[in-house]
């Protein structure tokens, strides 16, 4: 049969604007294939933040010294208060045989803590904002502020004071971590927080491999009364000598960068551990 007739019947349909009801040709798949609709492809998950322990934790760390502090002997010779008495404003730190600052030696290790602290969400206060050799200060009655209740900016929950010694006797070598003794009629706070802030320093530094001191204190720990920075911190406070930089031995890590390294990481775990994070 031809198929003449359907196709004008449905040329004159469309010429008149209408449709046929001719059913459409289907249209072919190759053989043993399927058709199915794909599913609208999934947005991605989105990825959980990193897990941030010291977030909203507040951290005062003090870098010992200037590195100008020699060129400006009236200014840090003038006396201020460091807790019910007068002394020195600051001095000029030590330095290790060949010439390494102590001062530079605190700003290398207090930026490196820096920036691991606020890597795990902490906000860390520094008491001096740069490493200059023009440059004086700050006076310790001001870094021992730094961070205490009513003074700008916000209240720390801790302060780790970073410095090394420079004893000249030959087996003088390892760090000391120094607290100021309970005061009479004090409560013990924040005095005996910061006999737990410092045990939990000198087990940190144990534990990084560094050695206890030969000449001060006991097993690491030494208790003073004289210190500003301490003194007249209203949050716990402790001061670390890292080291003696005339020791052969001591220096040679404090002047490495894997040694500064090291030094870095054991604060941050002290704080870690202290602020049960």
Known sequence: MRPWPVVLVCLAALAAGCTTDAPARPTSTPTGSTMASSPPTAEPAPTPPTPRPLAGRVVVLDPGHQLGNARFPAQINRLVDAGGFDKACNTTGTSSDDGYPEATFTWQVAT????RL?????????????NSAAAWGPCIDERG????????GPTAELR???HADGNLASSAHGFHVIRRPVREGETGEPAARAERLARALRDALVAAGFATSTYLGEDGIDVRDDLGT??????????????NMRHPGDAAVMESEAGRRRYARAVVAAVRSYLGA
């Not at 490196?112 to 920036?115: G, H, I, N, Y």
């Not at 301490?230 to 080291?243: D, H, R, T, Y």
């Open 112 to 115: 490196e803590v820096r920036r």
């Open 118 to 130: 606020r890597a795990l969400g902490a906000r860390v206060l520094l008491t001096r904002d740069e």
């Open 145 to 152: 502020r730094v961070g205490n209740p009513g003074e700008p």
């Open 160 to 162: 780790i004071s970073l």
């Open 230 to 243: 301490l003194n007249l911190s209203e949050v716990p406070a402790v001061m670390a000598e890292l080291g």
